[in-house]
Nanobody, 118 residues
Framework: QVQLVESGGGLVQAGGSLRLSCAASGGTFSSYHMGWFRQAPGKEREFVARISSRLSITGYADSVKGRFTISRDNAKNTVYLQMNSLKPEDTAVYYC???????????WGQGTQVTVSS
């Protein structure tokens, strides 16, 4: 069983930056694909970014491409989401997720709030 704990959320002005972290435990971190999702009030949870297990191949939602960067440190069992040029529409609870196969995200963190003021 994999446990995921996010941190790094907060309040930031539009145009600012934040770096989210997700610490994993209870599994072989390097063997898991990792992802970030977000859910804004009144909206469904949406995909933000992912990074593959072995080759660290990344993918992004169009809405964050060029502004957000996902990375992982297998030695620290941690995945990061660097968020630059933040916009008010990036306001959401951000969730970390993990999966051993890309077909379904099996494990989720509790989420961290990101609020971007205009």
């Amino acid at each position: 069983q994999v446990q995921l704990v996010e941190s790094g959320g907060g309040l930031v002005q539009a145009g600012g930056s934040l770096r989210l972290s997700c610490a994993a435990s209870g599994g072989t971190f390097s063997s898991y694909h990792m992802g970030w999702f977000r859910q804004a009030p009144g909206k469904e949870r949406e995909f933000v970014a992912r990074i593959s297990s072995r080759l660290s191949i990344t993918g992004y939602a169009d809405s964050v491409k060029g502004r957000f960067t996902i990375s992982r440190d297998n030695a620290k069992n941690t995945v990061y989401l660097q968020m630059n040029s933040l916009k008010p529409e990036d306001t959401a609870v951000y969730y970390c997720a993990a999966t051993p196969t890309i077909t379904r995200w099996n494990y989720w963190g509790q989420g961290t709030q990101v609020t971007v003021s205009s």
